[in-house]
Structures are given as C-alpha cells and as structure tokens.
C-alpha cells in the first residue's frame, strides 16, 4: 500500500471513495494507488503528482484548476480517447493515463522553451502571419499541422452503444445543490412531478465540500434533511451524474447521463445551477498548485487529500475564512489570507481565523506566484499592498507555500439561462450580476440569482419551487413572493482582481494561454466588442468555454475602452454546456412510424413492410427470402392483369378559395390558370435556386378548388411552403393538409377499368369521358371518392381518393369486386419498378439538392411564358449555363452485376456521376437504370463505365426514356 492510501485525512473526510477498495493504475508511466471513486486527478494529488497537463501554446506545466471539470488544465490521454478530463474521470484497475500536448515527456517538454517568445506570437498573429511573401504557407504548413491539435486518436476503436429516451415532467430542477433540492421538494409538495438533474455523483453541490458557518455544521445537517427528503419523496425522479447541456424552446432539456442522451420536455423549468469560483490574474497563476480554494475544499471533504503542507490563500470575500477553517481543522498549515478588500464583511469568520494565529494582509494581493526552474510546483508568493485598481506597492512580503488558493468572487452559472433568451446584466458599483428577461416558465433559485447567503437560498427555494409547480399544475398562484424574506447579500465579488505585471504571464484564459497584454492588444487593434475580442484572441473558444475568463475578459475590454463592465456584457452562451460526444448525438434514438388505414390488410395479406419517410407500407407481398421473385411476378401481374397497392401515404393538401389558380401558378412550374375543370396536370415544384424539391398531381375540381398531391416524405416541407409564401402574397385562400385525413389506393392495370365499372356506378368511366389526366367525383357503396386517372406505373389506372376511416372496407371492398379478374395487391418496390420501366423520376432519389429541370428533361414541365413562379429567375439563368451533368436512362445485359443506387459513374479516372436508381427488369428481361453522367457520355447509345462491388467495372449504354410503352398507349386506352 502505497504512502498515498496512508497519508489520507481520516474519516468523515472522503464521502466520493471507498478506502476498503485500493485501485493501482499508471499515468505518465508510472504506478500510483488510490480509492475507488478518485478520480485520476485526487489519486495523483494525493501522491504528490501534480503536473498533469502542458499548456496549449507556451507548453507551461497545468494541473488541476476546478476539481470539478470546468477547466482545461486536466486533459489527459486514455489509451481510447483522447481530451479525458482527468479530475471527472474515475480511476479503474489497471487504467493507463497519460499526458498529451508535449514534446519529450510531460514534466521535461523540450516546446517549454515556447513561452520564452511570447513576445512573438501576440494576440492575433495567426491572422497577420503566415501568408507572405506569397507562398510560404507552403513551408509553415507541415511545421503547424504538426504542433497542432490535443491527443491521440484509436482507430481500431470499436463503436459503443449509445442510446437515446424520452422523459416528461411537470417541473424540471437543473442542479442538485441547496437550492435545486429545496426547490424540487417544494414542488414536489405541491403535487408535481419533479426531476431532478445533478451533474455530480452526490447530491448536495455545495453543502458536500463547502462551509456556511464559523462551527461547520450547517452544511452537513442542511444536506442530511434535504436529501433524505427529496429521495424519500415519490413525486421526485433524482438523476445523478447528469448533465442538462441545453434549454430549447417550450423547455426541451436534452440531458446527458453515460452513454444515454434523455430528450425532456417540461411544463416548468427551474435552473438552480450554482455559480463558478473565480480567480484572480496574477504573473504566474497558472502553476501547479495554484487551485481554486472551492477546488481544495473538494479535495479535503470528496477525496480526503491534504493537498499540500503549506497554503496561502487569497480572497475577495468571506468565504475564504471559511476556507480557511476547513483547511486548519483538516491539519493543514495555513500561512495567510490575503484578502483583497480593506475590510472583511464577517467578523466572525475573520476573528475566528485570526485567532488560530493565521496572518491576515488586508487590501492586499498576490503579485507572483514564484516557482524553481521546472515550474512543477508553486513555491510561494509575492504579496503586495493594493493602492488602486489594478496597481500595487513596491514593498513585497514573500512567504513560502506549496499551495495558493484563490477566490476573486463567483460568476453564475448563466449559459442554460442566456441560451433561453436570458440577458446576463453587471452591476458596475456592486461588481454583482442580474439575470432578466427570462422565457415564461423558466425560474431560477440559489447562487444564480446572486443569492449566496444560505437561509436566503433555501427561503427564495421554497418559493421558486411552490411557484413552478401550481404553474404547471394550473393551480391558483396562492405562495408569498420571496421578496420579503431575502435580506441583501454581503457583497462576493471583488471588482477588479486583475494585476498586471512587468514581467507579464498573468492569464486571463488558461485554455489559451491568453494573458492581460492580449486582451488589450486585442482592443488597441481595433476590436471594441468584446464578441470581436473573443474571435480575434479566441479567449473563451477553448475547452472552459469561458467559465474562468468571460469576467476577466469584459473587464478588460471595459477599462481599455473605456466602458462599464454592464455596456461591453460578456461573450454569448451557445449550446451545448459542456462536450458531448457526437456518439450521443448519433445514438440509437426512436424512430416512430405512422400506418395506413390499411395495415392490418397488408399484414393479412402476408406483405413484408418497409418503411417509406415515417411511414409503414409493404413492400411486397410474400416472405422476405424470395424478395425478387414477389417483386417478379407482383410486377408481371400489373403489366398483364391488374393490381392494386395502397398510397394513402400520398401528401394531399386543398387549396380552397378565389386566388387558388394564381396560388398554385406561383408555386409549381407548370401553368395553371388555365387548367380546365376535370383535369390533372403533373406539378414540379422548385425553390428559389431553381432546384426541384417536389413533385406530385395538381387536380382541378371546380374553378375554385384544388386538390395537390405531393411525395411522402416531402408533404409537410411543401404546407410549410405553402403556409410561408401566402403569409407574404395574402391570396384570398385556404391551405388544409389532409394527408391522414384521407386513404387512397390505386388500381392499375389492363383489367383495372372493368374492376372500376363493377364498384363505381356515378361515374362515366368510358375513355371518351373520363380519359388520361383525368378527374372525377363520386361514390363507391355510399362512400364519396375522387378519381385521378393517372398512370405512374405505366398502364391504365385509376387513384381512388376517399375519407380515412373508410380504409378497411374500402380496401376489402375492391379486393373482393376485383376476384373475378384476378386482382392481387402489389408493393412499394414493385411500383418503384413499374414507375422505372416508365421512365418516371422520385424525387430525392433521382433528383438531389443540386437538381435542376434540365438536368433531368423537365424542362417541358416548366411554363416560360408566366409571368413568374418560385425559383423562376434562377431556372432561367441555369438554362442559359451548359450543362455539367445529366440524369440518363441505361441499359445492361443481365450477364453482368447489377450496380447499386449510389454506385459510381467514371469518365477517365474522375467521376462524373453515380446511380440513382438500378433494378433488373421482367418485362424487358434487362437490368435498366438512371445515373447522373458526364455531358460527353448522355448521348443515346453512348457507353459509360460504372464501378461496381470490390472496384469490378460494368458498361452501361445510354437509352431513350421511357423503357417501356414509349408512345403511352397503354395508359391512355
């Protein structure tokens, strides 16, 4: 057992380990020993290690900042994954860590020597450097790409699973800290349902390490009442160790928690999410040992780890003497506090620190932290008198330590709040923050809100959580504003800790070794705005996201421009909080579907089902093993007998009123103003770049009436348009979807006319009355339809469009009218077959997000004499381009493999285009196809090569469209 396990600080210190389980692992190529639950950052403290990291830039020796990953000091290597963060991640047997970003070894980097020229690598300089005299980008290339980047990457790293689940809660409480489990059992007591996200494996935030009174026993006593009741509570859902990484509109909560993302939807938020200690910027205060005092008060009460021998700590409020309190009882020599301020606001806690004979330097700071040549450890500190903002005594008093904490004041943890819309306000004379202009239903409670004392946190608690749940409950808002009982907060935050040296390397972004100089280089190159500054020095753009320098920052860029800290405001807060994999992104996730009227039929019917956009249609009829023999013989059947297959999943949208005929002449490509009553017409729809992004059947019912068709998975893209375009044109009109209002089907086929005649009795089916592009309305056994007489599979055939609730019978009706010529349903795949042999296109599968008219000969279905439409302009001007590509009909005898949708098209040694669609034909008794080729090979009865399976190589000949019934004599008889 190593000396680590034995020099831990007694029990009750260490609530995150289990000393009856002693864990070896290595880092750096060495073996430590800790406890299950250290985290590779406490078991390394605990043996002394504390370099853990090099700097981005200068390479400087890092260790741990927080303890609680907001920073960037800690990244490490883990024989998977790179970018670890070594004070969140847990130690495991036989875990191998490492350094990253260095040059040699971690504690001898031979690019320390970077930070000797710093001096030459000024803020910006990547912007003004590197790109003359013309050409030497060339040379500095390989030399960057070289240094740049963090870490390693496994590429025999096999994929884990990572899922995704769906929650729904009345109120949902972020943060497990005093105030959120407060405000959760307040809400909980109302009747609601409650869940509660904490980040940290323990609940209880603060109250787990940190102290709110000179006898230390409020925290503990206030944390055991808590958390006994919000876990004993049946209303209340607790995760731990969970991340709420975004807020969305209506309260969308995606929550992170292992390898599952929760997608939460809530009727009520409150964010108790606490606040960031701050630190203070001082030449040197990036070196081991330099720690925040919040992340050496972790290390005593989560880890048991005596940090170091001798600390100084340095303050701009109270809670450094209580600091201080914990560090002497956890028999740690406290050498001094430094407090910033003249004056400190709790006599109490400073009398009581002053009486363990601990020295106290009011008005005072550290000026450098001072080190050996390695700069593996701090070794002490300069401390000097304020005497104004920014500026210091010459007088130094040094003093010895291995250890200096530090504590300007605490910024809230406001990104979820201003990712809702929240505005982030400074107090200039008071150095506090204010949230505002909150979205309904979001609440905030505790530190957040600038309320610090805790009686005053767990009161303005009881309110928010009373308050957000007879929100959601809908009950009468009967709970006493707070405002009474929260007394004014001693001030936290000193207004200005930023020192600067002669002799710089004090640094306001730890992530990107960005130091006071920068910041006002940046302002002095014209960069006022403290978004510009960010771009330009990239301050706050590393892995910390701000969370150390946004303050430090604003005030920077406040003093040099002469502003107030509440006109420049701090950088914008985007999503996400913190990292999240792109594996929880790409998880499993749901993938609900949606069923025709007619499902049950299919199922009956024996049809294999697919899906079609959200959508369950059969694909064929029959077992899935014999899938091209189904496709086969449902195919030969249409073509000879007739079929019927369900398209309730068609888009159907009414356009009602005076302005319909205009409406849908802007919209679609194809005039028609002029489309008689009774007829169809095919509608291309484009958008404003001229591409085709739908296509479907435009169907005049009476002079003021339409009805459109649009595909499947485009329907809801096209209402929207619809929706959006008249909101700018204000024709006199409706827009319904009536998608799953109405079912349809279609019979097609040689016989289909004579299965028609034996139903529909209302309606002249005859050629001579009812011919091709036709529309009718009618009835079949009492039920009204509309009749198209469309032909997308290329024979006679008839859509019939009728209300949804009459799908089963509808569907068993024409079944059994059909027995006597033979009828059999047919599947998606065979129509897409049927519809390829014609020559038909689908959009997005034949077309993509570049596709013009042209490219796929559908120029005569654009009306150039209108006087406009949608994407008009731009299909004018593409037509007057040549040509770079163009969709073609192919060719292949069955001898050879057939290409898949996807494949590539070559012309020489480059590609020219890809397939788009590919199946062997029954009718023609060849493989047939689309493909999108080169101008050079589009000609009729050209060759082009097609890469195939393991790079084999097939030649395809270029064919005139359509495959079959060229001069549409089937369809129109």
């Given at each position: 057992m190593s000396n680590s396990v034995l020099q831990r600080l007694p029990h009750p210190y260490g609530s995150m380990i289990d000393r009856t389980q002693v864990i070896e692992f290595e880092f750096d190529q060495q073996k430590y020993q800790g406890f299950a639950g250290d985290t590779i950052a406490s078991a390394l403290i605990a043996n002394q290690r504390w370099v853990m990291s090099r700097s981005f830039k200068y390479h400087r020796p890092r260790a741990p900042l927080t303890m609680a990953g907001q920073d960037a000091n800690t990244l490490i290597q883990?024989?998977?994954?790179?970018?670890?963060?070594?004070?969140?991640?847990?130690?495991?047997?036989?875990?191998?860590?490492?350094?990253?970003?260095?040059?040699?070894?971690?504690?001898?980097?031979?690019?320390?020597?970077?930070?000797?020229?710093?001096?030459?690598?000024?803020?910006?300089?990547?912007?003004?450097?590197?790109?003359?005299?013309?050409?030497?980008?060339?040379?500095?290339?390989?030399?960057?790409?070289?240094?740049?980047?963090?870490?390693?990457?496994?590429?025999?790293?096999?994929?884990?699973?990572?899922?995704?689940?769906?929650?729904?809660?009345?109120?949902?409480?972020?943060?497990?800290?005093?105030?959120?489990?407060?405000?959760?059992?307040?809400?909980?007591?109302?009747?609601?349902?409650?869940?509660?996200?904490?980040?940290?494996?323990?609940?209880?935030?603060?109250?787990?390490?940190?102290?709110?009174?000179?006898?230390?026993?409020?925290?503990?006593?206030?944390?055991?009442?808590?958390?006994?009741?919000?876990?004993?509570?049946?209303?209340?859902?607790?995760?731990?160790?969970?991340?709420?990484?975004?807020?969305?509109?209506?309260?969308?909560?995606?929550v992170i928690q292992g390898k599952r993302m929760y997608k939460v939807r809530a009727k009520q938020c409150i964010v108790a999410s606490g606040s960031f200690d701050q630190p203070v910027i001082f030449r040197n205060n990036?070196?081991?040992?330099?720690?925040?005092?919040?992340?050496?008060?972790?290390?005593?009460?989560?880890?048991?780890?005596?940090?170091?021998?001798?600390?100084?700590?340095?303050?701009?409020?109270?809670?450094?003497?209580?600091?201080?309190?914990?560090?002497?009882?956890?028999?740690?020599?406290?050498?001094?506090?430094?407090?910033?301020?003249?004056?400190?606001?709790?006599?109490?806690?400073?009398?009581?620190?002053?009486?363990?004979?601990?020295?106290?330097?009011?008005?005072?700071?550290?000026?450098?932290?001072?080190h050996d040549k390695t700069m593996h450890r701090v070794h002490g500190v300069d401390i000097r008198k304020i005497v104004s903002e920014g500026q210091v005594a010459e007088d130094a008093k040094k003093l010895d330590c291995d250890v200096?904490?530090?504590?300007?004041?605490?910024?809230?943890?406001?990104?979820?709040?201003?990712?809702?819309?929240?505005?982030?306000?400074?107090?200039?004379?008071?150095?506090?923050?204010?949230?505002?202009?909150?979205?309904?239903?979001?609440?905030?409670?505790?530190?957040?809100?600038?309320?610090?004392?805790?009686?005053q946190v767990v009161e303005h608690a009881k309110y928010t959580g009373t308050l957000a749940a007879q929100h959601a409950l809908g009950q009468p808002l009967n709970v006493q504003s707070s405002s009474n009982t929260v007394l004014k907060n001693n001030p936290v935050n000193f207004p200005w800790p930023i020192f600067a040296h002669p002799k710089g390397k004090e640094?306001?972004?730890?992530?990107?070794?960005?130091?006071?100089?920068?910041?006002?280089?940046?302002?002095?190159?014209?960069?006022?705005?403290?978004?510009?500054?960010?771009?330009f020095s990239t301050v706050g753009m590393g892995p910390s996201q701000g969370r150390h320098s946004a303050l430090p920052t604003a005030r920077l860029v406040a003093k040099s421009t002469q502003r107030s800290v509440s006109e420049t405001g701090v950088t914008t807060a985007r999503p996400p909080f913190t990292v999240e994999k792109l594996a929880h992104v790409a998880g499993r996730s749901f993938d609900p579907y949606r069923q025709t009227p007619m499902h049950a039929q299919h199922?009956?019917?024996?049809?294999?089902?697919?899906?079609?956009?959200?959508?369950?249609?059969?694909?064929?009829?029959?077992?899935?093993?014999?899938?091209?023999?189904?496709?086969?013989?449902e195919v030969k059947h249409v073509r000879n007998q007739v079929g019927m297959i369900d398209v309730s999943t068609l888009g159907g949208l009414e356009i009602r009123g005076p302005d319909s005929a205009e409406f849908i002449n802007?919209?679609?490509?194809?005039?028609?103003?002029?489309?008689?009553?009774?007829?169809?017409?095919?509608?291309?729809?484009?958008?404003?770049?001229?591409?085709?992004?739908?296509?479907?059947?435009?169907?005049?019912?009476?002079?003021?009436?339409?009805?459109?068709?649009?595909?499947?998975?485009?329907?809801d893209r096209i209402y929207q348009q619809m929706l959006k375009w008249n909101a700018q044109w204000r024709?006199?009109?409706?827009?319904?979807?009536?998608?799953?209002?109405?079912?349809?089907?279609?019979?097609?086929?040689?016989?289909?006319?004579?299965?028609?005649?034996?139903?529909?009795?209302?309606?002249?089916?005859?050629?001579?009355?009812?011919?091709?592009?036709?529309?009718?309305?009618?009835?079949?056994?009492?039920?009204?339809?509309?009749?198209?007489?469309?032909?997308?599979?290329?024979?006679?055939?008839?859509?019939?469009?009728?209300?949804?609730?009459?799908?089963?019978?509808?569907?068993?009706?024409?079944?059994?009218?059909?027995?006597?010529?033979?009828?059999?349903?047919?599947?998606?795949?065979?129509?897409?077959?049927?519809?390829?042999?014609?020559?038909?296109?689908i959009i997005s599968q034949d077309t993509d997000g570049m596709t013009h008219p042209q490219e796929v000969d559908l120029g005569w279905a654009v009306a150039r004499n209108k006087p406009w439409f949608v994407g008009k302009r731009s299909i004018a001007i593409l037509e007057q381009q040549p040509l770079k590509r163009k969709l073609v009909s192919f060719v292949l005898d069955k001898s050879q493999e057939k290409p898949l949708e996807g494949h590539i098209v070559l012309e020489g040694e480059d590609i020219s285009g890809n397939i788009t669609s590919c199946e062997y034909s029954p009718t023609l008794d060849k493989i047939i196809g689309m493909a999108y080729v080169g101008i050079g090979q589009s000609e009729v009865g050209q060759q082009f090569p097609i890469r195939v399976e393991k790079g084999a190589m097939v030649h395809a000949t270029v064919v005139k469209a359509p495959f079959y019934d060229p001069a549409n004599r089937r369809q129109e008889i």
């Open positions: 883990l024989p998977e994954e790179a970018n670890v963060l070594a004070d969140t991640t847990e130690i495991q047997p036989q875990l191998r860590a490492a350094g990253q970003n260095f040059s040699g070894s971690l504690l001898k980097d031979s690019d320390a020597f970077l930070g000797k020229f710093s001096k030459f690598m000024p803020v910006g300089f990547y912007y003004r450097a590197f790109y003359k005299p013309k050409g030497v980008w060339k040379l500095w290339e390989p030399l960057i790409r070289k240094k740049a980047g963090l870490g390693v990457l496994d590429l025999n790293f096999e994929p884990e699973y990572y899922d995704k689940a769906y929650l729904f809660h009345d109120v949902v409480v972020v943060g497990g800290g005093p105030a959120g489990l407060q405000a959760a059992l307040s809400a909980a007591e109302q009747g609601a349902k409650v869940l509660l996200v904490e980040q940290e494996k323990l609940l209880g935030g603060s109250l787990n390490y940190a102290r709110f009174d000179v006898e230390g026993v409020v925290a503990d006593q206030l944390r055991e009442q808590l958390v006994n009741a919000v876990t004993a509570h049946a209303n209340i859902q607790v995760m731990t160790q969970a991340v709420c990484n975004a807020w969305f509109t209506d309260h969308y909560l995606p990036d070196l081991p040992g330099v720690i925040l005092t919040s992340a050496v008060q972790r290390l005593i009460k989560l880890y048991a780890v005596k940090p170091g021998q001798k600390v100084v700590i340095l303050t701009g409020h109270d809670d450094g003497y209580l600091a201080a309190l914990d560090m002497l009882e956890a028999g740690i020599d406290v050498v001094a506090v430094v407090d910033l301020r003249e004056i400190p606001s709790n006599k109490e806690a400073y009398g009581a620190v002053k009486a363990k004979n601990v020295a106290c330097y009011l008005g005072s700071t550290v000026f450098e932290a001072l200096l904490c530090m504590s300007s004041g605490y910024m809230p943890v406001y990104q979820l709040l201003c990712q809702a819309g929240g505005k982030l306000s400074y107090n200039d004379q008071k150095a506090e923050f204010h949230l505002s202009g909150l979205p309904q239903g979001l609440h905030v409670t505790g530190s957040v809100e600038g309320i610090h004392a805790i009686e640094f306001v972004d730890f992530d990107e070794d960005l130091q006071i100089r920068d910041i006002v280089n940046a302002t002095k190159s014209g960069y006022r705005d403290v978004q510009l500054v960010k771009r199922v009956e019917a024996g049809a294999t089902m697919m899906p079609a956009g959200n959508w369950q249609r059969p694909a064929f009829y029959g077992d899935a093993a014999h899938r091209l023999q189904h496709i086969e013989n802007r919209l679609y490509t194809f005039g028609f103003t002029k489309l008689p009553v009774g007829k169809t017409r095919y509608a291309v729809m484009s958008n404003e770049h001229g591409v085709v992004i739908d296509d479907g059947v435009a169907a005049r019912l009476s002079e003021h009436h339409f009805y459109v068709t649009a595909t499947t998975s485009g329907v024709l006199n009109l409706d827009i319904t979807n009536v998608t799953t209002a109405l079912a349809a089907v279609n019979i097609a086929g040689p016989q289909s006319r004579a299965v028609m005649q034996k139903v529909c009795h209302d309606v002249d089916l005859s050629n001579a009355a009812f011919s091709y592009l036709g529309v009718r309305e009618g009835s079949i056994q009492g039920i009204p339809v509309r009749i198209l007489r469309v032909g997308f599979v290329g024979e006679l055939g008839y859509e019939i469009h009728f209300p949804a609730r009459y799908g089963e019978f509808m569907w068993n009706h024409l079944m059994q009218a059909g027995q006597a010529f033979d009828i059999k349903p047919f599947g998606v795949e065979s129509q897409r077959l049927l519809r390829l042999e014609k020559g038909h296109i």
